[in-house]
């Protein structure tokens, strides 16, 4: 991975998009500069668009909690329950899809409420 101090505009797009998937630093720092310029509905509008037919995933707890603005314990209580079925782990490997715990997050908060509800591990 290259140096904190590498210019953006002297890396590749592979070297950039190792380095937002490496570093939870720079990838907050990308996503700060891409708010600066766009809303939250235009980054999902352009993320459904450009990954129809794509499952897009996170991966660990991390990825749930940044999916859904949330603490880690938060984020594996999510896991535990309401967005199991998005959920698939394999050892300690966890892959969540997206849009699928997006969906079943809408769906349970708009029966149930907020985190402060979520129900006890199954």
Known sequence: MESKDTMLVT??????????????????????????VLT??????????NLKGKPF???GIQGIASIFGCSL???????????????????????????KAKRLYREWTEKNGTFAHLPKDE
């Open 11 to 36: 890396m590749t797009l592979g070297q950039l998009i190792q380095a937002i998937t490496e570093d939870p630093a720079i990838k907050e720092m990308v996503l700060g500069m891409v708010k600066t």
């Open 40 to 49: 939250n509905n235009e980054v999902e509008q352009i993320m459904e668009e």
């Open 57 to 59: 995933t996170v991966k």
């Open 73 to 99: 314990p938060t984020a594996l209580k999510l896991k535990k329950t309401v967005i199991k079925d998005a959920v698939m782990q394999d050892g300690r490997v966890i892959l969540t899809e997206v849009a």
